[in-house]
């Protein structure tokens, strides 16, 4: 899997929020985003899962132009900002019901993404008791379940205790090795610095390598 953005910008009226970005992912590594808040990170973020267009340039995945042919991108699953699920279910009904749509998986698979993010005890408790850190877990939780070839993360680690994002760090090393494509983005050089294999630094709506 290979993922092109090819002179990439995006402008909303007259300001120019990302400009002519050109970068390529290749699955088997994992690539980090650094930046403040509001660089630009989720909105490129969006723009590579099709919730956003590009004002110019394309988004090729294995060489097709997704926004052109008007497809969301192949075996991809995201969390971008806040995680945001059905109140009045549980956690485990939340996922559930999301597995639903494609009906790839079933409890075993859900149970196992639970229990990767350390919220297995909460499993049965209703969304809208879930602290900060009990919903992001359940928002990594829904990109896990499937088991996809893409993996997009917006600041997974916000409100997470030390345990679990450092359980999710070894976990997201050895998925990589499965030939994913894995992008996290953070304002926190030290949330990725010794998890990706190649970082982004986002400044005045272009990206450079930082690493």
Same mark, same amino acid.
Do not use: Y
């Given at each position: 899997? *290979? !993922?092109e953005l090819k002179d990439v910008s995006k402008s909303y009226k007259s300001v120019n929020v990302l400009?002519? $970005?050109n970068v390529v992912f290749e699955s088997g590594k994992i690539y980090g985003f650094i930046g403040r808040n509001g660089s630009g990170k989720s909105v490129l973020l969006k723009m590579i899962c099709s919730f956003y267009t590009p004002t110019t340039g394309e988004i090729l995945f =294995?060489?097709?132009? $997704?926004?052109k042919e008007k497809k969301f991108p192949p075996s991809t699953r /995201?969390?971008?900002?806040? +995680?945001? #699920?059905? +109140?009045?279910l549980t956690g485990y009904e939340n996922l559930d019901l999301l597995a639903q749509i494609q009906k790839k998986i079933g409890e075993k698979e859900i149970l196992k993404a639970l229990d990767d993010v350390n919220l297995t005890s909460e499993k049965d408790k209703k969304y809208s008791k879930y602290s900060l850190g009990m919903k992001q877990k359940l928002g $990594? /939780?829904?990109v896990l379940m499937e088991d996809p *070839?893409?993996? !997009? #993360?917006?600041e997974p680690f916000n409100g997470i205790e030390e345990k679990t994002a450092k359980k999710l760090r070894e976990l997201l090393k050895q998925l990589v090795n499965q030939d994913k494509i894995i992008i996290i983005a953070s304002h926190i050089k030290e949330d990725i610095e010794g998890l990706c294999d190649v970082i982004y630094k986002f400044d =005045?709506?272009?990206i450079n390598i930082e690493k």
């Open positions: 899997m *290979k !993922i400009h002519d $970005i =294995d060489g097709v132009n $997704i926004i /995201a969390l971008i900002e806040k +995680p945001n #699920f059905i +109140p009045d $990594i /939780a829904q *070839k893409i993996m !997009i #993360f917006d =005045d709506g272009t």
